[in-house]
């Protein structure tokens, strides 16, 4: 055991390291040995990417510790070789190229070697400018910044373009109406919502030629050598365009064709292709007949999703995979973060223990993409701990470890906030998947509209007894007022740089704009058990204030939009009218 410290004398910089290739050193291209002495710093690697992991635990014991360092010796490499982090822009929050390069720093500080932007429409294709005009899509020039910057950092920017289902806003498009499987909405089998055409008609001639052109343009701005072609949830297949050929065929060996007809014009363009596996999961004796050299992504986003049992079949197979678990913040605005965590811990377990070859950590935008960045990042850097190394992970540490390198904030405050907000939906008493209702009521959709996401939002208020619903609000409040708290105390200290503060109040702001709007979810619920119980005057004085801090709160989200997201909110936000309509209206459900 080594004692003693290391002091640096340059300033704020990383000290000076001597590096040697060494195979002493870990058996993997990311593994390393760091020794600090009190005489110096010795780093020893196979390969660069092992010194690039090298010095981000250097930054983080200088973070740590300061100018002082402590005498020890580090032997470091991760449990799976891709490390990931998959960002929906297609739900109403395209960020500005700014706010992704800023997110590329973090998470290369925190290990993460690989990149992913979800699209499905948010990229400016030169036809299609009608289909992306008003949600602020990135343009090729921006992408190709990023991916250059990505490249010094060390992360894989992997192009990411949903290629069979997911395509409602391309199919709206008059050139594009006749690729669809199904030409109208269409009752889902639940009778609660309506789905709308979003799936490309396998045995349309237009189809394939439709998606090269996608490709030639898209793909030329990334160095990567993989290419994500989604093709997950194709709900409409065998419904409208492919029946007849679903009926002969089998549904699942019609998908399994049109997925190999892709894999060939990914091949053709020199990727790797990766795709979702939730179709192919569905017919078990189709996933050996896959074509080789492919990449299978197996998500799940519960706490008991079984990755044990789903990854075997691909295991079993010879078909490369990943394990993609959630930050579980979409439709919760505030986070679901208790569910998250034993998410995130059992992708991890059952991806080392079947042989996984990468880890995506997915951050979702269904019902609009309301919450922040902001929201995600206690998630992403608990992923980014357990993709490295599950079994020295820790929850305990995360407040710690944000606080320092992604809040900049040396209070604590804002991180232990984040952290005990994702909690706050414990206090309802009520599990759904891939929500809460602290998101879902205030973002629910009109119900004439029969919207799929948040459509259970209106519903909640008969199901969660008044106590349960202010308890949530009390824990809410606290938080709040931390949040508050820690943002003035940023703002009075001088000696933070201008963007170390700027950076702060930003996120600061986020998150209390995210407890304000979980908030008014709860207010909504009380307003409509007051109209439902026939309280007249009480149901009143909710309407009442529950417009005036709806108003605020459209006014500062808009404010706040442009610090970090292109175009503008209309695509995120406009539940916050809907639910001031609804007040006006007395309408509950």
Not at 124 to 150: F, M, N, P
Not at 321 to 349: E, M, R
């Amino acid at each position: 055991m080594l004692r003693g410290t290391f002091t640096v004398t340059n300033g704020n910089e990383l000290p000076a390291v001597q590096t040697l290739i060494s195979r002493q050193a870990p058996g993997s291209a990311e593994g390393y040995c760091l020794k600090i002495t009190s005489k110096g710093i010795e780093i020893l690697c196979r390969e660069p990417g092992g010194f690039r992991m090298a010095r981000a635990t250097l930054r983080q014991l200088r973070a740590q510790y300061g100018s002082k360092l402590p005498c020890l010796i580090i032997r470091d490499w991760p449990d799976f070789p891709r490390r990931g982090v998959m960002l929906d822009i297609s739900r109403g929050r395209v960020p500005k190229l700014q706010t992704l390069l800023d997110l590329a720093e973090k998470l290369a500080a925190f290990k993460i070697n690989e990149l992913q932007l979800y699209t499905e429409h948010t990229f400016a294709y030169r036809r299609y400018k009608s289909v992306w005009q008003s949600w602020g899509a990135l343009t090729a020039q921006e992408i190709r910044t990023l991916d250059r910057h990505c490249r010094r950092l060390g992360i894989d920017l992997v192009p990411n373009q949903n290629s069979f289902g997911h395509l409602r806003y391309f199919l709206t498009d008059r050139r594009l109406k006749k690729l669809a499987e199904i030409s109208r909405p269409y009752e889902a089998d639940t009778r609660d919502f309506l789905r709308r055409p979003t799936t490309l008609a396998p045995n349309h001639p237009g189809a394939l030629p439709f998606l090269r052109g996608l490709y030639d343009e898209l793909l030329p701005n990334f160095s990567s050598r993989f290419f994500n072609v989604g093709c997950d949830e194709t709900w409409d297949l065998g419904k409208g365009r492919s029946q007849k050929l679903c009926a002969q065929k089998g549904q699942g060996r019609v998908y399994a064709d049109f997925l190999t007809k892709i894999q060939r014009e990914v091949s053709t363009r020199g990727k790797t292709m990766m795709f979702w596996g939730d179709i192919i999961l569905k017919y078990p004796g189709l996933i050996r007949e896959l074509p080789k050299g492919i990449i299978a992504l197996n998500w799940g986003y519960e706490a008991d999703h079984p990755f044990a049992k789903e990854t075997a079949q691909f295991a079993n197979a010879k078909i490369p995979f990943y394990v993609c678990p959630g930050t579980a913040t979409w439709q919760t605005l505030i986070g679901k973060h208790d569910n998250a965590i034993a998410n995130l811990k059992s992708a991890a377990q059952a991806g080392k223990k079947s042989g996984a070859i990468g880890y995506l950590i997915t951050d979702w935008g269904d019902g609009g993409h309301p919450q922040p960045l902001a929201v995600s990042w206690p998630m992403f850097a608990a992923g980014a701990a357990l993709a490295w190394n599950a079994k020295t992970f820790s929850a305990n540490n995360l407040a710690q470890v944000i606080s320092r390198e992604v809040f900049k904030d040396g209070t604590g405050k804002m991180a232990n906030a984040a952290l005990k907000l994702g909690l706050a939906h414990s206090k309802l008493g009520v599990k759904a998947v891939n929500e809460t209702p602290l998101g879902t009521v205030i973002a629910a959709p009109k119900p004439a509209d029969r919207e799929l996401f948040c459509r259970n939002g209106l519903k909640w208020f008969a199901k969660i007894p008044a106590s349960k619903i202010r308890a949530a609000m009390a824990e809410i409040d606290k938080q709040r007022a931390f949040l508050r708290g820690g943002a003035s105390a940023t703002s009075r200290h001088r000696s933070k740089s201008k963007s170390t503060v700027h950076d702060h109040q930003t996120a600061a702001a986020e998150l209390e704009l995210a407890a304000r709007m979980a908030m008014e979810s709860c207010y909504f619920m009380l307003w409509q058990q007051s109209v439902a119980g026939g309280k007249k005057a009480e149901a009143k004085q909710l309407a009442r204030r529950g417009i005036r801090e709806l108003a605020k709160l459209e006014r500062d989200f808009n404010r706040f939009w442009p610090r970090r997201n292109q175009a503008t909110p209309k695509h995120c936000a406009p539940f916050l009218r809907w639910r001031m309509e609804d007040y006006r209206r007395g309408f509950v459900a």
